[in-house]
């Protein structure tokens, strides 16, 4: 035993993916100790904040404040709110509402917010101008308004007594705080969600979940595959007529239907993170039963199986010590990549809104699901399901690296 | 015969090509005479007979919630819900008489048939009495107020209310709703169906209508499980003087069926729809960030006009929540709504700090008919968890066997938060909702069945499976916000199979029945606030269900890639943004312009 971990450990294609999914399980068991709470808390009011450190505004203000001058302060403020775009947009409307721009040159700021702020009016009507393009001009002339602002904002609160507005304080262009000095500060790695949830919070409890999933789906199907293969194969004859016929049944149906038709008739109210697993299991174990059958029917008539026959050891006897552990080095192997395609199975199933109901647990699946239901992968919010795809990815690759590493340590014609 | 059977493929695949070739015919409309339309139409047309139901012909056939379809059929009148006013469509005037019994109605003389036979008296008389006879929608929603319309000319008719036991009218308002709300079909055309369905109630409503005739601008051209396309009549009666004058813009309208919310998302977003009633999450990115040159009818949030208030309706059906009204009231209360307005509308709802909740929509010319004072200390703006907590600890609605869920007669309450799937700001609201129950102790899951399932369920009147469920009041007609308040806490409604109408949670309240009685018949305007005041109050106690959001009754998005001058707030037309098909909306058609 001791020889045969050393050996699979040997294996650089083992220890990688081992790492890769050691890692995985110590995020999950880390993670909620440096940021703990309910993964499904809605801290976001509001879809997809973009991800980033957000401090609060509110306290920033009453954070002392340093004078800094930086001479490319206004030159960003003016390129922030009125791009090589915009400018092009301008001398556009200059066209269409006939204004002379002769000799006016599109880099020059502030010849062009005189002009602008000399002939702009938001109601008139130009001919051939479209809604979209009347609102995107009102909107362009609020933001270059701000250029010409004067350089302090003063902040009033209302007085307690008379509610009249009291003035506070101002604030220049030139005041910068420390970041680090603002007592209400949120990192969101990965931003929120469509409800609003910490993505990267959820993403890893979600993790979890699916692993879970996948290791039930696992269990199960490498269960019933693993049984009823050593069965029909050690006791073949009639036994095996059926057993083999109930799998070649359920070998044509394709697996994924049945796991769809199965999830749809169970309704979603029944449909807890659990009960979904071990539907994935119920569908899945057909190839294990037939590849454990036709290695058992290659060891059954070896010397030692024939000699536990004539000692009169049991069937369960000589299956559980005869047969098992020939071929054990198999079924592991055979259980990792069921846990792998158990979680892709979870994964597809939410996508197509049969997964668990929502909810109780995030699953990756889940939050594909809800992501592709806002839109996530049109609107440009990457954040909410790009990571779960990556997080999948590595999950079954990593178990896939361990079964290739496996089966090299274990079979015979692949070892080097 | 191998070679036979070659040539036999050979010549069956020609065919399919054929076929498909000619199937692109269709698909190829002229993109500069074509309006392409998204999220109205949902699956295959099944009919077009407009005496029928279940026609699932949203371009043609459709009662919208703020006025009628009139691109095919036309009604006596447009409401326009933006200042109320009830325009002349095929009749040019009404009038009411002094004791609210009748309305006398004049036709257009112009109106006309697309056969060229003029629109007569006659034609109303008879799509009245068929539609009570087969109880088709014009005669289930307006039979319990309309006994009988009477020709008293060939271009006058009088509309007889019924009259209830007291002498009184039962209810002029919603009289006045039929004036705007049911599409006209031609008598002539009328009895020929009658006849050829040998007068059998059933086969005349599911009669396919192939051959049906109408009064409106566009018609029927194409349609499959693809699409549906219609065609402008060109020898429409309203481009006389007497009407619009001219003919609408587009000659074709076109809707592609798509899958989902976000397919027509997508084709909104490349310009291959113009016009969409679908709900956009955070729509003004599709022009903030992407620059598309898309618009709403308002630039700022909320884009649109607010005229309904998706709601949790209660199902009085279970126990547990028929019994404690503290129990209602706790979940309401808990509920945060502030983030179902960000989260599920995108803020493209008022709030309910905003626009208090109550049983008017967000419109001025509701919201003042109550007193928002008397009844400001019973409303609540949400996610109070403590007060819902509080409220249930005082009504002994507690966890005694300590595992964390509360217990109501000893049986832990287990609740289900039910809507249509993929309606993704329904569910986002119910998760929401399931949120706020878990947080007081409540367990409320969610659960989404498909819409063929769900409305087979939600509307009828024993179901005991879902507990809390979806569903949008009226929006606005000439009888709101009567209609709705009926609808929140009204008896008629209770008890009726296949319930479309009204009051989802079965709610029963002899007391407020008797307000609601009372409202059509009353003209003075402070006894009327006064009555909707105190139903106000009976509904924020006793809250038989809780409104989630305000919410348009239509979206309007339109790309301008092709065709501009949409309705829009500030260009001073007031044409609603009723996706320029619906009541006083299809006036927007008559004024389009091509880009360019």
Redesign the interface.
């Known amino acids: 035993m001791k020889n045969t971990l050393r050996q699979v450990f040997h294996s650089s294609k083992f220890l990688v993916g081992f790492i890769i999914f050691l890692l995985i399980l110590l995020t999950m068991w880390v993670y909620p100790f440096l940021n703990p709470g309910n993964p499904l808390e809605m801290i976001g009011v509001g879809t997809f904040a973009r991800p980033g450190t957000y401090f609060s505004l509110y306290d920033a203000v009453n954070t002392p404040a340093e004078t800094l001058r930086l001479s490319d302060a206004d030159d960003k403020r003016v390129a922030a709110s009125m791009s090589m775009e915009d400018r092009v947009a301008m001398v556009e409307w200059f066209t269409l509402a006939e204004v002379d721009i002769e000799g006016l040159d599109i880099n020059d700021t502030d010849a062009l917010l005189d002009l602008w702020f000399a002939n702009y009016d938001s109601s008139l009507k130009l001919k051939g101008m479209t809604n979209a393009k009347k609102n995107y001009y009102k909107r362009l002339d609020r933001s270059i308004r701000e250029i010409r602002a004067a350089d302090t904002f003063t902040l009033m609160h209302p007085d307690e007594d008379s509610g009249e507005l009291v003035k506070r304080s101002d604030i220049s262009k030139t005041d910068y705080i420390n970041v680090g000095q603002v007592t209400n500060v949120k990192r969101l790695p990965l931003g929120t969600d469509n409800f609003g949830r910490d993505v990267l919070k959820e993403l890893v409890s979600a993790t979890g979940t699916s692993i879970v999933i996948g290791l039930i789906a696992g269990i199960v199907a490498t269960f019933i595959g693993l049984s009823l293969g050593l069965l029909a194969g050690y006791v073949g004859g009639f036994l095996d007529d059926i057993i083999m016929f109930i799998t070649n049944i359920f070998t044509v149906i394709p697996s994924f239907v049945l796991l769809i038709l199965i999830s749809y008739s169970i309704g979603q109210d029944q449909r807890g993170a659990s009960v979904v697993a071990i539907v994935i299991g119920f569908t899945s174990w057909t190839w294990t039963a037939r590849s454990v059958r036709s290695q058992v029917i290659s060891l059954r008539n070896r010397d030692h199986v024939n000699l536990s026959k004539l000692s009169g050891h049991s069937l369960v006897r000589i299956i559980l010590t005869d047969i098992l552990p020939y071929i054990a080095s198999y079924v592991v192997m055979a259980f990792i990549l069921q846990v792998s395609s158990g979680i892709l199975s979870e994964a597809q199933l939410s996508l197509l809104g049969l997964g668990p109901k929502t909810t109780e647990v995030p699953t990756l699946g889940l939050m594909m699901n809800w992501a592709m239901l806002y839109s996530a992968h049109t609107n440009g919010s990457w954040w909410a399901y790009f990571p779960v795809i990556l997080t999948i990815t590595f999950i079954s690759f990593s178990l896939n690296l361990m079964n290739t590493g496996l089966d090299q340590v274990f079979n015979p014609t692949l070892r080097d | 015969m191998k070679k036979a059977l070659a040539i036999l493929l050979a010549l069956a695949m020609i065919v399919a090509l054929g076929a498909t070739a000619f199937a692109d015919d269709v698909s190829e409309l002229p993109r500069e005479e074509t309006l392409y339309f998204a999220g109205q139409q949902w699956g295959t047309v099944l009919s077009w007979n407009i005496m029928g139901t279940n026609q699932n012909n949203s371009m043609a056939i459709a009662g919208g919630a703020s006025g009628y379809r009139t691109l095919m059929f036309e009604t006596l009148f447009m409401y326009n819900f933006m200042n109320g006013d009830i325009i002349g469509l095929l009749a040019d005037s009404y009038e009411w008489n002094d004791d609210l019994t009748e309305i006398s109605v004049v036709l257009k003389d112009a109106a006309k048939w697309c056969d060229g036979t003029p629109v007569t008296a006659e034609d109303v008389v008879k799509t009245w009495d068929v539609s009570v006879q087969v109880g088709n929608t014009t005669g289930t929603t307006f039979g319990a107020y309309i006994d009988s319309i009477e020709a008293t000319g060939d271009k006058t008719f009088v509309i007889h209310g019924k009259i209830g036991d007291d002498g009184k009218p039962v209810n002029p308002l919603k009289v006045t709703d039929f004036l705007t709300g049911t599409p006209i079909a031609q008598a002539a055309w009328i009895d020929k169906l009658v006849e050829r369905n040998g007068g059998d109630s059933v086969k005349i409503l599911n009669d396919p209508g192939e051959d049906v005739v109408w009064s409106g601008p566009y018609t029927k051209y194409f349609f499959d499980d693809q699409k549906v396309v219609l065609i402008r009549d060109d020898n429409y009666w309203g481009q006389d003087a007497s009407m619009w004058g001219k003919l609408p813009v587009p000659k074709y309208i076109a809707h592609a069926i798509y899958a989902d919310n ?1 397919a027509g ?2 084709a909104l ?1 490349a310009g291959e729809v113009d016009v969409c009633q679908q709900f956009i ?2 729509i003004q ?1 599709l ?3 992407d620059g ?4 709403t009818y308002y ?1 700022e949030a909320p884009y649109g006009v607010c005229l309904t208030m998706p709601t949790a309706w209660y199902n009085m059906n279970m126990p547990v929540l028929a019994e404690s009204a503290a129990l209602r009231k706790a979940i309401a209360i808990a509920v ?1 709504y ?2 179902i307005i ?2 599920a509308m ?2 493209q709802s008022p709030s309910f700090a905003e626009v208090p909740r109550s049983l008017m929509n967000p419109t001025d010319g509701e919201q003042a008919l109550y007193d928002h004072d008397a009844v400001a200390d019973l409303q609540w703006a949400g996610n109070d968890i403590d007060g819902a907590k509080a409220m249930l600890d005082e009504a002994g609605i507690v966890d005694t066997d300590g595992d964390g869920w509360r217990e109501f007669n000893g049986e832990k309450i287990s609740l ?1 938060a039910v809507c249509p ?2 309606w ?1 700001d329904w ?2 609201s119910m ?2 909702v ?2 706020a129950g ?1 947080k007081i102790g409540v367990e ?6 498909e819409w063929d399932i769900y409305q087979t369920v939600f509307t009828n009147p024993n179901q005991t499976e879902y507990a809390i469920y979806m569903w949008s009041p009226e929006a606005a007609s000439p009888s709101n916000p009567w209609t709705r308040v009926n609808q929140f806490l009204g008896k008629d409604y209770v008890g009726a199979e296949n319930n479309w109408s009204g009051n989802w949670g079965q709610y029963v309240n002899e007391e407020a029945d008797a307000l609601i009685k009372q409202i059509p018949l009353t003209t003075d305007e402070a006894v009327l606030r006064d009555l909707y005041t105190k139903l106000t109050e009976i509904y924020l106690t006793e809250v038989p269900s809780f409104s989630l959001m305000y919410r348009p009754s239509l979206f309007h998005a ?1 790309n ?1 890639s092709v065709w ?3 309705p ?1 707030g500030d260009d001073g037309r007031n044409i609603p943004p009723a996706d320029c098909t619906d009541g006083y909306g299809i006036a927007a058609l008559y004024d389009l312009e091509l ?2």
């Open positions: 976000p998302e997508l977003k999450g955070n990115n022009w903030l960030k598309l040159p898309i618009s630039e945060d502030d983030t960000a989260n995108t803020n289900n799937n993929g993704t569910q986002a998760e929401v399931a949120a878990e409320i899951t969610t659960l989404y069945p339109v301008e501009t001058n949409f829009s880009v360019g």
